[in-house]
């Protein structure tokens, strides 16, 4: 089969978003979609990241806008919650229409 013989579809890589092509940080803003806050231990556990990897992909998806922060202090320890941002969310779904649609053709 020749390259004439099939249809081949355009497929631009460089419009997905290159945030979320990162599996540590789709799968944190995955966790992000289905809670309203998160502590950074939970979501270190979940998603099976370390202290460090994880602060560094979190920082990235809030220099993306994508994510908040907040940190507070809870009987004197600090905790930090991490909570996805309306566009974080747009984000994600676009992301994951994007791949459906190459799934369907």
């Keep these: 089969m020749t390259a004439a013989d099939r249809q081949v579809d355009f497929f631009d890589h460089r419009l997905l978003d290159e945030q979320l092509?990162?599996?540590?940080?789709?799968?944190?803003?995955?966790v992000l979609l289905g809670c309203q806050?998160?502590?950074f231990t939970v979501l270190r556990d979940t998603v099976h990241?370390?202290?460090?990897?994880?602060t560094v992909h979190c920082k990235k998806l809030e220099n993306a806008g994508y994510l908040t922060v907040e940190k507070r202090f809870v009987n004197r320890k600090p905790v930090t919650l991490y909570s996805a941002t309306p566009?974080?969310?747009r984000a994600v779904k676009k992301y994951a229409q994007q791949l459906a649609s190459l799934l369907e053709k």
């Design 21 to 30: 092509s990162s599996r540590l940080r789709l799968a944190v803003m995955s």
């Design 37 to 39: 806050k998160i502590e």
């Design 49 to 54: 990241a370390t202290d460090g990897n994880l």
């Design 87 to 89: 566009l974080g969310r």
